[in-house]
């Protein structure tokens, strides 16, 4: 099957055409089975094809597939809003939007808070990700390859350390650089926002440090700085909680939602104060797709399945079952086998030389490895040297042993 008519700006990490897919499983055009450790970079976290998913999207397709809520509202938003408001597990009331995607949920947000605070500039992380549209390739605290070639990017906007156990910065450190941006940088009266993953996900799933977390909610308090936190490969259990965030003992003022919010229907959604979402003039926000009634059916019937219970089991045995297997490895002396970062079921295997460096050439070949074998895995971290564990959480405990498995097998091949 021919790619001439997709862009090659467009980069392929597994160069196979898949075919369909159930659960934890999928199959490409030739009939070979995989096992799917990528999730469809974490909006699968229910799994491909989920039932209860599919059955919603049917029955609302027969209904109405398509109406703009700006022009005239649909029950399937309203329903959803009122469901997904009750799912956000803050103390305060919460109003939100829908739009397509977890990059559009970012770029309204920047609009709410300016709106609000009257302020323009943004800090974010380095390692961060919120997104490719061009107000969210500045937030990225990455160049390559995201903003080579674009040019002068929407700002203002600053980047600090993301302080976490995983890549050995400090609260103190990180702490450190905020003081030096504003007695340097930047008025931190004209900050209209902090925007941090509570876990980051290109960045290598790294943790946020909880110290952190608790200082920077105080010092946006006292300044009056507004607290957004990007949800969106973190969030709907990937954790084995509802969000990221409340691991951490605070509340953020913005939430970002996306991913794995509809079951693989493209839907995301910017939640947080109503205050906020409020102050905007009428028109302010908006979209002809955001909230389609077909995505709102989907996530509907994602968030019927996701119970605490049910987050809570699944993320506690695929975090067991992983945490094992890398000790086993680490106590084998498996080659390259650096750290397991991240929390929960939102776990990420560092490949590091003899000397603690990043292993990006190692990575590229455990990719080859495992897709040959049968096995699909994504990279991330800064040196594209980490590998993101992203399996369905509903991924049955036989398939996901024999993907770990397949995983040891490619690690001690690898050279």
Known sequence: MSRETISQSISIVHPISLSHGKNAEVWDTAGKRYIDFVGGIGVLNLGHCHPGVVAAIVQQATKLTHYAFNAVPHAPYIELMGRLTAFIPVDYPVSGMLTNSGAEAAENALKIVRGATGRTAV????????????????????????????GVLPGPVYHLPYPSADN????????KAMDRLFSVEID????????????????????????????????????????????????????????AFSRLGIEPDLILLGKSIAGGVPLGAVVGRKALLDNLPKGGL???????????????????????????????????????????????????????TGVGAMRGIELANADGSPAPKQLSQLLSLARDAGLLLMPSGKSRHIIRLLAPL??????????LDMLEACLKQLT
């Open 286 to 340: 908006g979209g002809t797709y955001s909230g389609n009634p077909i995505a709102c059916a989907a996530a509907l019937a994602t968030l019927e399945a996701m119970t605490d219970e049910h987050l809570q089991t699944w993320g506690s045995q695929q975090e067991e079952a992983i945490v094992s297997r890398y000790e086993q490895w680490r106590a084998q002396g498996v080659p390259y086998l650096g750290r397991l």
């Open 123 to 150: 800090i974010a992380f380095d390692g961060a990700f919120h997104g490719r549209t061009l107000a969210t390739l500045n937030l990225n605290g990455k160049v390559a390859p995201y903003k080579q070639k674009v």
């Open 394 to 403: 509903t991924i049955e405990p036989a398939v996901l042993e024999e993907g």
């Open 188 to 243: 931190v009266e004209d900050v209209a926002c902090f925007i941090i993953e509570p876990v980051q996900g290109e960045g290598g799933f790294l943790a946020l440090d909880i110290e952190f977390a608790h200082a920077l909610r105080r010092f946006c308090d006292e300044k009056n700085i507004l607290l957004i936190a990007d949800e969106i490969q973190s969030g709907f259990g990937r954790t084995g909680q509802r969000f």
């Open 168 to 175: 050995g910065v400090t609260c103190a450190e990180a702490l």
